[in-house]
């Protein structure tokens, strides 16, 4: 394999990615319609001559010449944020643009790997996740719009691996941060940063008491590349185990900042906000042999610093 299209290329996991095949000595061809990426985050790639950016929206025909070994679809907003600004995009990437996407893995004989997310769990009834666990998703509340076309992105995918014999991995992305995160997408540690380096009130939601199991980025990017390689087209969930209340991240990002002078404030919880959530990845380490490395400690100052410098302080 050495030719490799990722969509959302100029986004958060997107960029990361793009930077992972080129140290791997692959041809990049990335794309993006850029509503919620950055080309900030890639414009170190364009001086390679193994790397190529295409402007374009994934929901209408996509056309790449030549021949291509593999797609990574990663395009589509992704913060609860994102969805209630542009719930139609987002259905659309999910749907038409994976529809788009298997048909151009078909054409090429590619192999196509899909990024979905724990949110097809929902409120999850069960914790921590294992892939065989079906979920309990509201299609018509906020949310819905991108668990729903995530959903439907598993099945289509799914469908186009029995029926048209395409090479296919979903990989079940759980809450990732680290450098590229943008600063005003809404989730709870961009906001936590940036609320406490520019000393503003932080705003847990509810009483802080739901859960995330963060994972920081270098572990998700290496889960997913090793994923691509592997031989296993059913999902894998990818994240970090380390489960931990909302309310003492806040406290952990406040301790780590210097000097801040912000308080934590508690503001209305979001509808069908997940109370829990940690993945299940025994079938990670089973079939892929991958385990998170980074500790939270670690990570989070990796991510202080970044911030630190997006935030020019
Ligand atoms: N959250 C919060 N304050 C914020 C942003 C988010 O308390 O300013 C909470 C949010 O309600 C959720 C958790 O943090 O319970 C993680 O939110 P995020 O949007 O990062 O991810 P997701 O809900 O999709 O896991």
């Not at 089973?286 to 970044?306: H, S, V």
Request: charged share 20%; hydrophobic share 40%.
């Amino acid at each position: 394999m050495n030719k490799v299209l990722i969509t959302g290329a100029a986004g958060f996991l997107g960029s990361h990615l793009c930077d992972k095949f080129i140290r791997s000595k692959y041809h990049v061809i990335g794309m993006d319609n850029l509503i919620t990426g950055d080309l900030t985050n890639i414009e170190h790639l364009f001086a390679n001559e193994h790397f190529e950016f295409y402007h374009h929206d994934v929901s209408k025909f996509v056309h790449v010449p030549g021949n291509l070994d593999a797609i990574l679809h990663f395009a589509s907003p992704a913060s609860p944020i994102d969805y209630l600004k542009m719930p139609i995009q987002t259905l659309k990437v999910g749907s038409l643009g994976t529809h788009n996407l298997l048909g151009l893995a078909k054409a090429k004989k590619a192999r196509m790997l899909i990024a979905s997310t724990s949110e097809v769990y929902g409120d999850p009834l069960v914790n921590p996740q294992p892939e065989e666990y079906w979920g309990n998703v509201n299609p018509i509340g906020p949310r819905g719009v991108y668990d729903e076309a995530k959903r439907f992105q598993e099945a289509i995918t799914m469908a186009y691996h029995t029926y048209h014999g395409v090479e296919t991995r979903i990989v079940r992305i759980f809450n990732t941060y680290g450098p590229r995160m943008r600063v005003n997408d809404g989730r709870a540690l961009p906001a936590f940063f940036s609320q406490a380096i520019l000393n503003k009130d932080i705003t847990v939601f509810g009483d802080g008491s739901q859960t995330r199991s963060f994972c920081y980025v270098d572990d998700m990017i290496n889960g997913i590349f090793t994923l691509l390689h592997s031989d296993y087209a059913l999902p894998v969930n990818i994240g970090n185990p380390d489960e931990i209340s909302i309310l003492q991240v806040a406290k952990e990002v406040l301790e780590m900042v210097e000097n801040s002078s912000s308080n934590i404030v508690f503001k209305g919880l979001p509808k069908d906000d997940p109370k829990v959530r940690r993945p299940n990845i025994s079938k990670a380490q089973d079939i892929l042999g991958w385990n998170p490395t980074m500790g939270r400690k670690e990570g989070l100052q990796l991510t202080y610093q970044y911030f630190l410098n997006k935030l020019n302080k």
